[in-house]
Nanobody, 123 residues
Framework: QGQLVESGGGLVETGGSLRLSCTAS????????ASWYRQTAGKERELVAN????????NYGAGVRGRFTISRDNDKNIVYLQMNNLETEDTAKYYC????????????????WGQGTQVTVSS
């Protein structure tokens, strides 16, 4: 059974940085597109960034473009989210998501969600 586990969240001051990691197990992450989402209480989950299987194409939500960078290490089955110049509005629970597989034969499309990691930015 595939699983995603996030780590790296925590408390940081405005202007600080954090790097989130999403480690996959039970499936080959390199065959899956990956994304980071975030959610705060009472709001819908919103896309932060996504990356294709090879790591050559990325896309960012408007609120984080220029401050956050998504990347992946397919040899280690990990996706990262580097967050710089953090703002209080970035406070949320951050979730990792993967869907696929792409480029290989498979009986069905699969989706995985992690349990999330909390990021709190203080002013």
């Amino acid at each position: 059974q595939g699983q995603l586990v996030e780590s790296g969240g925590g408390l940081v001051e405005t202007g600080g940085s954090l790097r989130l990691s999403c480690t996959a197990s039970g499936f080959t992450l390199s065959n899956y597109a990956a994304s980071w989402y975030r959610q705060t209480a009472g709001k819908e989950r919103e896309l932060v960034a996504n990356i294709n299987t090879a790591g050559l194409r990325t896309n960012y939500g408007a609120g984080v473009r220029g401050r956050f960078t998504i990347s992946r290490d397919n040899d280690k089955n990990i996706v990262y989210l580097q967050m710089n110049n953090l703002e209080t509005e970035d406070t949320a629970k951050y979730y990792c998501y993967a869907d696929g597989p792409f480029g290989v034969a498979a009986p069905r499309h699969l989706e995985y969600w992690g349990q999330g990691t909390q990021v709190t930015v203080s002013s």
